[in-house]
């Protein structure tokens, strides 16, 4: 990397190990931090290479925007790829190694002699019994234990103070985690825009178990007689689909519910934009970037205090409101619903607190941790 003392950054390749790329079918937030970083790296003089698992019609090998995606194995199998790759040298002199542990750790510094930097967007403690008994005990083990002890003395980037806190908990010394927040993107032209006449909710996101959807459903359900003509818009793609789609049937709203699918950047600001209140009952984020989206638009936010970097996201009761269970997360709609002046205030307050999260800030923290 270039220094304060204007060393040569023509010879720097940064490899980033991610199992998922910005493209890939369940790819979030994590993705996008990837994507925005990696592709101002390149622009600002780098070789970048990104290493990913193959899926659906997915190219072994293709150059998107100045970096190179190389991708292969699947979900699990990428670590083993990515492992072989640094151990070959088939990607090249790789100078740098940016390893997204997104769960499972790549171990990189293993197979390369490159410098390593270790990027975690959160803990997924919480998450790991999703994948089922055995693999939950395994992978539980292999990113609290097993990573940590291999890491030792490594740099690492968190993207919240609360990620920060969980890999101090977990062993990380804190004087090795710098903090490389989440940017965001111009909010593009969006003539017209406004806000629904009646009370409307929306939920950002993937649609996979965790993002817990269903809690945004039953708020509906649960104050749609207190708010006539309540909606809930959920905006996002997964798996988890049909499981939701039978949710809101369950409970009697799917006439007041819409699941609207993958949608364009400028759709989703306009999906955004349109609401009264943006949700994210999450079960755990290192960020919530979606959050600071609905910001953008003047739209606060309800979120769960324990699911993480939300609490750095929402400042409660300032540019949106933490709830600590799901009677609370309800009672909290609830208040922004009927209370006009709150909601646009925090609303207001939000869009205000946006202007600090730029991409190029992300970059420069990623640029300073790979120079020290």
Known sequence: MRTSKGMDRSSDHVAFLSWRDPWHPEAGGSERWLQQVAERMAAGGDRVTVVTARYGASVPREVRNGVRYVRRGGRLSVYLWAAWLLLTKQLGRVTSVVEVQNGMPFLAR???????????????REQWPVVGPVLAKVGWLMESRVAVR??????????????????????????????????????PELPGLEQTRQPSLVVLGRLVPHKRVEHAVAATAALRDD??????????????????????KRRGVDDVVTLVGHVSETEKYRELGRAWIHLLPSLKEGWGLSIIEAAQVGVPSVAYADAGGVRDSILDGTTGLLAHDEADFIDAVRRLLADDELRRDLGHKAQLRTAEFTWEATTAAVRRALSN
């Open 110 to 124: 293993l197979f390369t002699e490159a410098r390593v930097v270790v990027l975690v967007h959160h803990v997924h």
């Open 150 to 187: 291999v890491n030792r003395g490594l740099r690492y980037l968190a993207v919240s103070d609360v990620t920060r806190a969980e890999l101090v908990q977990l062993g990380v010394d804190p004087q090795a985690i710098s903090l490389a927040w989440n940017g965001t993107d111009p909010v």
């Open 227 to 248: 708010f006539p003509g309540l909606t809930l818009r959920v905006v996002g793609s997964g798996w988890w689909e049909q499981e939701l789609r039978q949710e809101t």
